[in-house]
């Protein structure tokens, strides 16, 4: 199946798939909070960033026109890095489709569209170590280091 998997950058069509998937890994990530998330802003905030087109880009994996996985970048910039660089935001395959080399493909395509925009980093925030250890594992198998945890503060509006 791994040979018929089409992996690209998502397109403006793709934006209810990419919003609905990131949609399915915060339910999978957080189900006791799945009452909070809003399947239409996700899709509505999936169209809008990736319309910008300029921050946020989604890499696709999709089979016979079905996307089956999303991979979501955005921009960011550090001294430490020298500059720009790149952060996987979400990343999400389909149940019936893990542990299918889609994963690996698309951290692979990420890297290289990370090299194209002339970046030097790819980041990525994983889920704690308990229970997500095989997640942990699957970033280490595919050249990740292990740099620190990340935390988050909400900002609240003005």
Not at 10 to 35: R, Y
Not at 37 to 53: C, Y
Request: aromatic share 10%.
């Amino acid at each position: 199946m791994n040979n018929k998997i089409n992996i690209r950058l998502s397109e403006h069509q793709d934006h209810e798939a990419v919003g609905i998937l990131t949609w399915e890994l915060l339910n999978e990530l957080f189900p006791k909070c799945a009452d909070q998330f809003e399947k239409s802003k996700f899709i509505t905030t999936s169209r809008t960033l990736l319309s910008e087109g300029k921050r946020f880009w989604s890499l696709v994996a999709e089979l016979n026109n079905e996307v089956v996985a999303i991979l979501n970048i955005n921009e960011c910039a550090a001294i430490y890095t020298g500059g720009s660089f790149g952060e996987i935001t979400e990343f999400y395959i389909k149940p019936s489709f893990r542990s299918k080399g889609i994963g690996a493909r698309l951290i692979e395509a990420a890297k290289i569209f990370c090299a194209e925009k002339g970046w030097s980093a790819l980041e990525v925030g994983a889920p704690p170590s308990d229970p997500w250890q095989r997640t942990i594992d699957f970033y280490l198998e595919n050249g990740f280091s292990i740099i620190g945890p990340r935390l988050e503060a909400t900002i609240k509006s003005l």
